[in-house]
């Protein structure tokens, strides 16, 4: 199976999309001939390498008239249907036309055959859409990925007038959708670009297990004041996981004047509203007084409640946030018989590898306690019972 990864760092519109291919091996000749089969206006596909700060990529211009058509989804449904395409690129492009009729129904409020695409449905973004899909097709791709989408903000003119940036149709296209600002003033996700990968990607997020055989750059048109181009990576699908990561949020803080009999309690509660970790590093502060981090690792979703614990019951002034990755390991519980009772342990496992084997620290104190035996023996006692076990 072969494997794309869309690294939309700098953002995706269709012309982006149609360079990537194109730079990855899709032949312009080829191209053009096979949407030639589709009933548009007189149109030529150029292609030419480019620079982005520095980058080399594929800039793709569809040229065409000036006079440009309106047309509803119910044409263009024809058009694609009668046209000499592949099957499988038929069925491609019009799952992307009918998402973008999707969100400007809701939009516009309007049956979804009737919806008018404006700059959807002139000739350059019909090339770009319908290219995209047949060049998947020609470049043997089985599956593609992408990564979250980075959106710009500000106002756009439209068809429809001054639009805020992320455009109404992008939002609606992108529900269910990993997004982040990236603090660009301008569109860098175009309706045209959500729909494609929206329609292509089976997943968005960290790029899957394989082996990389190529990789394509595609060049927007403006200057964004970053590279402002797509990257698409070509490869050979691997028979293993990829590392399995998710997004986590670190919550910090100083402290230099809280009682220190606090911390147990502003623990407790962390733990209550959803902290993954709670941990306190010593630090001198300023004037050499002794003071103490809090540090919180939590989902991003728990954030919100996690600081209002802090700003409550710490005497801070100020928090830290900072977006990290997190990797966990497969772990699972087992009970192993000792010869003064019952101790569960933690098992971690890596790749089907076992890489920790760690008995409850609990149950190892109450049975050091009832039997006036050290815990340390407790410990191995039980981490030998239980690599016997796994064995």
Request: hydrophobic fraction near 45%; aromatic fraction near 6%.
């Amino acid at each position: 199976m072969s494997y794309a990864y869309f690294d939309c760092f700098s953002g995706i519109s269709g012309d982006m999309v149609l360079g990537a291919l194109v730079d990855l091996g899709l032949g312009i000749e080829e191209l053009s001939r096979e949407l030639s089969t589709l009933d548009l206006e007189p149109f030529r596909i150029e292609a030419s390498e480019v620079q982005s700060y520095g980058l080399r990529a594929t800039k793709v211009d569809v040229v065409v008239p000036d006079s440009v058509l309106v047309r509803t989804f119910a044409n263009i449904r024809d058009l694609i249907g009668s046209s000499g395409l592949p099957e499988p690129v038929k069925a491609m492009s019009l799952e992307i036309f009918m998402r973008l009729a999707k969100a400007e129904a809701v939009i516009h409020s309007k049956p979804v055959d009737q919806v008018h695409f404006h700059e959807v449905g002139a000739v350059d973004s019909i090339v770009d859409i319908v290219g995209a899909a047949y060049g998947v097709h020609a470049l043997g791709i089985s599956e593609v990925f992408s990564s979250p989408l980075p959106m710009g903000h500000g106002m756009i003119k439209t068809a429809h007038g001054s639009l805020p940036v992320p455009a109404p149709a992008v939002l609606e296209i992108l529900e269910d959708t990993p997004t982040y600002g990236r603090g660009i003033p301008t569109e860098i996700v175009t309706p045209t670009g959500a729909a494609v990968l929206k329609t292509l990607a089976t997943g968005f997020g960290n790029a899957p297990a394989m082996r990389i055989e190529k990789t394509g750059y595609g060049a927007g048109t403006k200057d964004i004041g970053v590279p402002n181009l797509l990257r698409v990576i070509l490869g050979e699908a691997l028979d293993f996981p990829a590392e399995a990561e998710e997004l986590a949020c670190i919550i910090s803080t100083n402290i230099d004047d809280m009682n220190p009999e606090f911390y147990d309690y502003v623990m407790e509660r962390l733990f209550a509203v959803g902290a993954q970790d709670v941990w306190l590093t010593p630090i001198q502060m300023k004037k050499t007084r002794p003071g103490t981090i809090v540090n919180v690792l939590c989902s991003p979703k728990d954030a919100g409640a996690l600081k209002r614990v802090l700003l409550e019951e710490t005497s801070t002034f100020g928090l830290r946030t900072m977006n990290v990755m997190k990797k966990a390991i497969e772990r699972e519980l087992i009970e192993v018989e000792t010869p003064w009772g019952s101790v569960s342990v933690k098992v971690g496992r890596e790749s089907n590898h076992v890489t920790s084997i760690s008995p409850e620290f609990s149950d190892c104190a109450r049975i050091a306690g009832e039997f006036g035996i050290p815990i340390k023996e407790v410990f191995m006692r039980a981490q030998a019972l239980a690599r016997d076990k796994l064995e």
